[in-house]
C-alpha cells in the first residue's frame, strides 16, 4: 500500500475531527503517521521513500499519510507546523506525538514499533 495523501476534509473524516472537539478523539482502527511536508523541502524529498517503504512492509498494521503543507494550511496551522519535515505519530487509544526533521528509517521503525504498534 502506498502512502495517503490527505485533505483537510479527508483528515476531519479518517483521523480528527478538530472542529467538532478539542479533545483529540482518533477515528482510525489501526496506528498512523502523518507526515506534514512541501514539494520544494529537499529533507522532505529524502524521507519520501522511506515513508513509502515503511507502508509497504506495515501494510494492514499502520496507516502512513502525507500532508501537503502548501495545499493544506488549515491543517498546517492547526498543528503550528514551524519547520517541514514534520510528523505525528498517532497509537490508536492514546495522544498523539509530534516529530519535526526527517528521521532516518532506524528511527521511524523504533517509534513504529515500540509507541505505535505495542
Known sequence: MATIQLTTEKFKAEVFDYTKSKEWKFE????AII?????????CKAVAP????LSNEYDGKINIYK????AEQELSAVFQIRSIPSMLFIPVGKQPMMQAGALPKGALVDVIEKELLK
Open 35 to 43: 507526515d506534514f511536508y512541501a514539494d520544494w523541502c529537499g529533507p
Open 28 to 31: 482510525g482502527e489501526i496506528p
Open 67 to 70: 500532508v501537503d503543507t502548501e
Open 50 to 53: 522511506i515513508l513509502e517503504e
